[in-house]
């Protein structure tokens, strides 16, 4: 049987004495997108961080291809592209230099016309990409990013509220992004506080609340997650 990309069973996560993920379980199969939401707080942060080996779960396994990550941190981190709340990009360089740079960094090596088709891709306007990132707006930083995890071709990729400081329109071109890296076959795990782009986005979508999931929702075949009912099951959650 072929193990889902993504998945955690019964993880449970001490930071301090908090227990900040008790017993959570989910799967995110192949070329999916899921979307996990849930109050500051709630533990979302958390939950990548420990896919990506930064946190050690205190009991159940958080597993990248079936293999728990504390098992093999370097080949689940082989598998990712991570983009943290804040994109830790350099402003003094332009796109193209922050671009260069990371692949460097990751012994990736790309040519100048595979650059300039993610900067594509995202479209990121062909003027700006010489100019330094400090002359950018948080959406043009963001499509950098973006083009970062598309030229490193990884097979996962994970989000920490990307589309958080995003103007409508911004929102709209990151969500077609992502749903096209998701047909090209690309895993993806996003937090976000965004209930309509992750029902436009997402085939399913978690609530998380204080470390529990409390609701899981799953796309129909031919309809999406209903943004209504997710955000009336995120106010009863937050009620009681
Ligand atoms: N470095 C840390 N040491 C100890 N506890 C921490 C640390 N970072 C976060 N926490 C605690 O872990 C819990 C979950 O935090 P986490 O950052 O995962 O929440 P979140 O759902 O991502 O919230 P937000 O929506 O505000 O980003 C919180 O109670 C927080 O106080
Ligand atoms: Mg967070």
């Not at 071709?153 to 071109?173: C, K, N, Q, V």
């Not at 129909?220 to 955000?231: C, F, L, P, W």
Request: aromatic share 6%; proline share 4%.
């Amino acid at each position: 049987m072929i193990s889902s990309p993504i998945s955690a069973k019964n993880l449970c996560v001490l930071r301090g004495d908090n227990q900040v993920l008790d017993n959570v379980s989910f799967t995110i199969d192949a070329g999916d997108i899921f979307a996990l939401l849930g109050g500051n707080g709630a533990g979302k942060s958390t939950t990548l961080l420990t896919f990506l080996g930064l946190i050690s779960p205190s009991s159940g396994q958080a597993l990248i291809n079936g293999v728990e990550v504390g098992a093999d941190i370097q080949g689940a981190r082989a598998q990712i592209s991570y983009l943290p709340e804040s994109a830790n990009l350099y402003p003094h360089l332009s796109a193209y230099e922050n671009l260069e740079y990371f692949l460097s960094l990751a012994h990736i090596s790309r040519s100048p016309e595979e650059i300039s088709l993610s900067l594509d891709e995202v479209k990121l306007a062909p003027e700006a990409r010489k100019k330094p990132l400090s002359s950018y707006s948080k959406g043009m930083r963001q499509k950098v990013s973006i083009s970062l995890a598309i030229l490193r071709r990884s097979p996962l990729l994970l989000l920490d509220e990307p589309t958080s400081g995003l103007d409508p329109l911004a929102i709209d071109e990151f969500n077609i992004i992502l749903k096209t890296l998701s047909n090209l076959g690309t895993t993806i795990f996003m937090v976000t506080h965004d209930v309509y782009g992750a029902c436009e986005v997402a085939k399913r979508v978690g609530l998380l609340r204080q470390g529990k999931m409390t609701s899981m929702f799953q796309a129909r075949e031919d309809q999406k997650i209903s943004v209504d009912e997710v955000h009336q099951a995120f106010r009863q959650s937050q009620a009681s």
